[in-house]
């Protein structure tokens, strides 16, 4: 099945800095990459969609500048969390979804990252 | 907007119990539900997928139903072990561009 490799597992940064989390389709090409976000205790909600070649579409609410969205090829789509702040600090995930409905969704393996 | 809601939040049971995790959610329009098993700090891993067409998938020890008129699926787990303890989260698929998750079962099997 299709593999997605997510990095880093887990970062802390300061106040401030800008950080980037990678998802890399290992076996297959992804065209649309989802990104989530999961704070403590509560379910994961879908940020954005990138699409490769393309801008990313956002989910009401999240900021574009904020939480900037690059899928310039095939296999990788990145995610830079610019100027973090403390409320920053979650959970993010990215997914794909072969296509057809006759498959699930495939995960990587997350990123945790605390602002300080 | 479709809402997801797992039921309990939290379950502790004796190895080799056998346990249900329910899931339920109020827009029956749906494609598709997974249930996903979660580690802590670590990402998602797909369980079961079943279809809007079907009533229960199972793999092992694991059996997923499906009612979609209710807008219910269940997560069955037979004879329970240590290892299966971690957070169950259910998703269900309205299209191809969207899931919407429940917050999850955190499940303890004690030894």
């Known amino acids: 099945g299709a593999v997605v490799s997510q990095h880093p597992s887990w970062v802390i940064c300061k106040s401030g800095t800008s950080v980037k989390i990678e998802c890399r389709s290992l076996?297959?090409?992804?065209?649309?990459m989802f990104w989530y976000r999961q704070f403590p205790k509560q379910s994961l909600m879908l940020m954005a969609t990138s699409n490769e070649g393309s801008k990313a579409t956002y989910e009401q609410g999240v900021e574009k500048d904020k939480f900037l969205i690059n899928h310039a090829s095939l296999t990788l789509s990145t995610l830079t969390v610019t100027s973090a702040h403390p409320e920053d600090s979650s959970f993010y995930i990215c997914?794909?979804?072969?296509?057809?409905?006759?498959?699930?969704?495939?995960f990587g393996s997350g990123t945790r990252l605390t602002v300080v | 907007k479709q809402e997801v809601t797992q039921i309990p939040a939290a379950l502790s049971v004796p190895e080799g119990e056998n346990l249900v995790l329910n899931c339920s959610f109020t827009d029956s329009a749906i494609y598709n539900l997974q249930w996903f098993r979660q580690d802590p700090g670590k990402g998602l891993t797909s369980l079961l997928l079943?279809?809007?067409?079907?009533r229960e998938q199972t793999s092992g020890r694991l059996n997923a139903s499906l009612d979609k008129s209710s807008g219910r699926s269940t997560l069955y787990i037979a004879a329970s072990q240590p290892g299966d303890s971690a957070t169950y989260l259910c998703?269900?698929?309205?299209?191809?561009?969207?899931?919407?998750f429940g917050t999850g079962t955190r499940l303890t099997v004690i030894p």
């Open positions: 998703a269900v698929g309205t299209g191809a561009n969207n899931l919407f």
């Open positions: 997914s794909y979804h072969p296509p057809g409905y006759n498959y699930g969704y495939t």
């Open positions: 076996d297959f090409q992804a065209t649309t």
């Open positions: 079943i279809q809007s067409s079907q």
